[in-house]
């Protein structure tokens, strides 16, 4: 310490460097509110982050836009690695990670089916109605596996990305004018 009171404090201000979680950390309404405005397509931006983090917290030579373009494929392998990591840490999450993993594989390739009838006239109304049962379904799975890597990050509710921000808004402009055009065609077939 100086004897000259006027001079400026000699303490180390600088911040030590926090380490980016493991996998992408979001809350449930804002994962929920993102999911069904973009009528799913969120999963993609979702699944790529997640193996983007990944991929720099481990080193893992992985391709997150693979992983991101087709999650439904990566799904399992992204839940056992927060598994791991758990693991590895001493903990251990209540639910295993392929219950919630066949959930997600099974409602997206029953919403696949389901589309595909649909788009053949093949069981309408019903088999459109499928489609969104499953689209639900396949949300409900996607944000339990949320839950587990968002306690694989040390942030359980998400607290850290509940907000949204101007950029998740934009995103979500596109998916709300497709559920006002859905919502016509349904209006317009019933009158």
């Known amino acids: 310490m100086s004897d000259n009171l006027y001079a400026p404090p000699q303490a180390d201000l600088r911040m030590p460097a926090v380490r980016e979680p493991a996998f992408y950390t979001v809350s449930e309404g804002k994962f929920f509110t993102l999911?069904?405005?973009?009528?799913?397509?969120?999963?993609?931006?979702?699944?790529?982050?997640?193996?983007r983090r990944y991929r720099r917290f481990t080193g893992a030579q992985v391709s997150p836009l693979a992983r991101g373009l087709l999650p439904v494929f990566f799904t399992h392998a992204l839940l056992f690695s927060a598994q791991d990591l758990l693991h590895q840490r001493g903990l251990h999450y209540s639910e295993p990670p392929q219950r919630w993993a066949n959930r997600f594989v099974l409602s997206t390739v029953m919403g696949l089916v389901l589309n595909a009838l649909a788009r053949n006239d093949i069981g309408y109304p019903l088999t459109d109605l499928g489609c969104l049962a499953m689209l639900v379904l396949q949300g409900l799975a996607a944000c339990k596996g949320q839950q587990l890597l968002n306690f694989a990050a040390d942030d359980p509710l998400g607290e850290s990305n509940a907000r949204l921000s101007w950029v998740d808004y934009l995103c979500l402009l596109p998916g709300l004018l497709v559920w006002v055009f859905i919502l016509l065609v349904y209006w317009a077939d019933a009158a």
């Open 35 to 51: 999911f069904f405005a973009s009528l799913g397509l969120y999963l993609v931006y979702w699944s790529w982050k997640h193996w």
